[in-house]
């Protein structure tokens, strides 16, 4: 109740609603592809890479967001270009890169001169923290990404779904497999500023994996995803107002908790009907 | 007759031992070739050679007078192995639709014409019923149906298949067959299996594939031919059901 006044009288606070929202459509669109395509451990080490180029934007005094914007695209496609050359190690190239990013970033704060920026901001998040100019930027992200799905949605349903039969029907796999990347890489920095970017996969993988136990597509599952993660969101900032959580961790903590009692929803629901099957 | 497929001297390795040596032949239009050979024999390397999947050593292919890579978009193929997740959020009728990218319009959905089409080959192989069903409910038979109406529905003019009935039963197996005979009325058919005696009623001819390639007509199919194949003796047992 304290969390809703404080809503009509707080700007911050307007800010983070609609920032939790806003990031809902990246992590409920491309999540979806990630779950589904399972390139989880992939997406994870773009979101930590990541750190590199907010380091380096701190240290050039430029915007950090959009630091991790490059960084993020960049990260992409190199991954990308190692996924699809097939090359050897793979998991070992995207650890190393996991890595490296994050020894950057650290490196580049650590060396900026001045007024030392607090690193849990970056690792954790802080969504109450969201300037008006951050939401501009997740709206025009937004805006790129839902575009390019729609109007390519079939193509990124079959290289999600089997390469090499769009390979064969004449879809350049290798494009729109990093045009996938790319735009998983735009949702990683829409969600930095809400969960930091050591939690971001949660966000972009739990709402997705939730949806994928109750619709049979890939569209309805980004529209499932994206509802559930604008309540993970709302309702974990919500619960951490009054007793002064952590936002982001709060918002992880109640998706991870929506998502197990989904599995075992799901697993129950599952043995209910085996058991009624087998009894007829 | 002009040939829909030409394979000129083809040579394959993937970095070792060679797989197929020296390979000859031309798959006519209206064909319903039969390919055949003991495993490893790279009977399925042909297929993806034709697909342009893979890249010949020596020697060169074309497909529809052109390069296999550009030649593909006239074929319909069916994987032995489907690679992709049978978990995949994905219904029958969507999987099928898939059958017409590269045909329909780029950017956007699918058309009335794309969704007439997947209509009439779901009719065609008997799923139409199960349209709206997840492929992880799917009975391997009705997969491989699904499979069948997605390389349909592109419209193809050559229809190839790998192993399409390896894990289905002996009915399944000639409902398959039997519907392919049909689709050979307005295909190329090209159905690599390791069952010559089942798919020597159905194929007009046979290319036995054990590195080399060597081709007959199904009526020149008998014991000899069948041991040098496989390099053994071949029991054959003459039988039929009630």
């Known amino acids: 109740m304290e969390f809703l006044q404080s809503l009509t009288q707080h700007v911050f606070l307007q800010h983070a609603l609609l920032a939790g929202v806003l990031a809902s459509i990246g992590c409920g669109v491309m999540g979806s592809y990630v779950v589904v395509k399972r390139i989880g451990f992939l997406a994870g080490g773009m979101a930590h890479a990541v750190l590199g180029g907010m380091g380096a934007a701190f240290f050039f005094g430029a915007e950090p967001m959009y630091g991790a914007l490059i960084a993020a695209i960049m990260v992409a496609v190199l991954i990308g270009w190692v996924t699809l050359g097939g090359r050897q190690q793979e998991d070992t190239l995207i650890g190393a890169m996991w890595a490296v990013g994050m020894a950057a970033g650290i490196l580049f704060i650590s060396q900026t001169p001045g007024y030392q920026v607090d690193l849990m901001t970056y690792l954790f998040g802080n969504i109450l923290l969201v300037t008006s100019q951050d939401l501009w930027l997740m709206m025009a992200l937004d805006i790129l990404l839902l575009l390019l799905v729609l109007l390519y949605f079939r193509q990124f349903l079959a290289v999600a779904f089997d390469e090499e039969f769009a390979r064969l029907r004449g879809v350049p796999v290798a494009l729109f497999y990093m045009m996938l990347l790319c735009l998983v890489a735009v949702s990683v920095v829409l969600l930095i500023k809400i969960v930091g970017l050591i939690l971001v996969i949660a966000l972009l993988t739990l709402p997705a994996a939730i949806a994928s136990q109750y619709v049979h597509t890939v569209g309805r599952m980004m529209i499932v995803a994206t509802v559930l993660g604008a309540l993970f969101c709302v309702f974990g900032l919500a619960v951490s107002y009054q007793p002064d959580l952590p936002a982001g961790a709060t918002i992880i903590l109640v998706a991870g908790v929506a998502y197990l009692l989904s599995t075992l929803l799901t697993s129950f629901r599952q043995r209910y009907r085996t058991q009624v099957t087998t009894t007829r | ?242």
């Open chain 2, 1 to 242: 007759m002009t040939a829909m497929i030409s394979v000129r001297g083809v040579t394959f390795s993937y970095g070792g031992p060679v797989v197929l040596e020296d390979v000859y032949l031309d798959v006519a239009d209206g064909e319903f070739l039969g390919v055949v050979g003991p495993n490893a024999g790279g009977k399925s390397t042909l297929l993806r050679l034709m697909l342009g999947l893979l890249e010949p050593t020596t020697g060169s292919i074309e497909v529809d007078d052109r390069e296999p890579s550009e030649g593909s978009r006239v074929i319909g193929y069916v994987p032995q192995y489907p690679p992709f997740a049978r978990d995949f959020p994905i219904t029958v009728e969507q999987t099928v639709l898939l059958g017409r990218l590269g045909t329909a319009r780029v950017l956007g959905g699918y058309s009335r014409r794309d969704h007439g089409i997947a209509e009439r080959v779901m009719v065609e192989t008997e799923i139409l019923s199960i349209r709206g069903r997840r492929l992880n409910t799917l009975s391997g038979g009705q997969l491989q149906r699904v499979l069948l109406a997605r390389a349909l529905a592109s419209e193809p003019k050559i229809l190839m298949l790998d192993e399409p009935t390896a894990n289905l039963d002996v009915r399944m197996e000639s409902d398959i067959f039997g519907l392919l005979k049909k689709l050979n009325q307005r295909a190329t058919i090209i159905v690599v299996s390791h069952d010559i005696g089942f798919i020597s009623r159905y194929v007009g001819r046979v290319a036995c594939v054990n590195r080399t390639l060597i081709c007959h007509s199904t009526l020149a199919i008998d014991g000899k031919v069948i041991q040098e194949l496989y390099g053994g003796d071949v029991h054959m047992v003459e039988h039929s059901h009630g």
